[in-house]
């Protein structure tokens, strides 16, 4: 079956430091993945949709120049957590869409956990 | 670690008939069960959660499910299948962080 992956899976870094994560479709192409952040013992949060080629589309309520979200290739994404603070940290996730249909079903990454101190 | 398994990738119904999606999970603790939907080309969106209070969850669009913990289940069900129904469906786990999904269950809502 189709594979994600993330990198790193675990990070922590200090306050003020930006963090990259990686997001890639391992064994398929995807034109879109979606990035999600999930707080404690809460449901995920939709950050934003990524489509290759073109600019995120960022929900309402998400920093665009806080989260920088790349989507360079068709398996590569990546957000970046421009000047962390405690308060971003969190559990990514992001999940990518299988071919170009929109009933395509997406498959998730393991995700990355962030700890900024 | 914790896990989840839905059984069907693919559930057909017809419209105003009862929906049964199924989850089963596995877990070292406690659990928190999540059931996402996702329309075409949409991210997910929350259907209902379980956080130990009550063991039947009413979500939104008449959607509910109930957790057994003797069978480790957390099926989702809706009595009434509406063509707006038709979408993919997540079920998901979750001890503190790190969730995890199912592979997912796409419903097909026949008029």
């Known amino acids: 079956g189709a594979v994600v992956s993330q990198h790193p899976s675990r990070v922590i870094c200090k306050s003020g430091t930006s963090v990259k994560i990686e997001c890639r479709s391992l064994?398929?192409?995807?034109?879109?993945m979606f990035w999600y952040r999930q707080f404690p013992k809460q449901s995920l949060m939709l950050m934003a949709t990524?489509?290759?080629?073109?600019?995120?589309?960022?929900e309402q309520g998400v920093e665009k120049d806080k989260f920088l979200i790349n989507h360079a290739s068709l398996t590569l994404s990546t957000l970046t957590v421009t000047s962390a603070h405690p308060e971003d940290s969190s559990f990514y996730i992001c999940?990518?869409?299988?071919?170009?249909?929109?009933?395509?079903?997406?498959?998730f990454g393991p995700g990355t956990r962030l700890t900024v101190l | 670690a914790q896990s989840v398994t839905q059984l069907g990738s693919h559930v057909s119904v017809s419209e105003g008939a009862l929906v049964l999606l199924r989850c089963n999970y596995s877990?070292?603790?406690?659990?928190?069960l999540f059931w996402y939907v996702q329309y075409p080309n949409q991210g997910l969106q929350l259907l209902l959660k379980?956080?130990?209070?009550?063991?039947l969850v009413k979500g939104i669009n008449g959607f509910e499910a109930e957790f057994k913990k003797s069978e480790t289940s957390f099926h989702l069900t809706k009595p009434s299948a509406h063509m707006s129904d038709a979408a993919e469906y997540f079920c998901?786990?979750?001890?503190?962080?790190?969730?995890?999904f199912g592979a997912g269950t796409r419903l097909t809502v026949k008029p």
């Open positions: 999940s990518a869409q299988l071919g170009e249909r929109g009933t395509d079903t997406q498959y």
């Open positions: 064994d398929f192409q995807a034109t879109t």
């Open positions: 990524s489509n290759e080629g073109s600019k995120a589309t960022y």
């Open positions: 877990s070292s603790v406690p659990p928190y």
């Open positions: 379980y956080t130990s209070a009550a063991t």
């Open positions: 998901a786990v979750s001890e503190t962080y790190d969730m995890r």
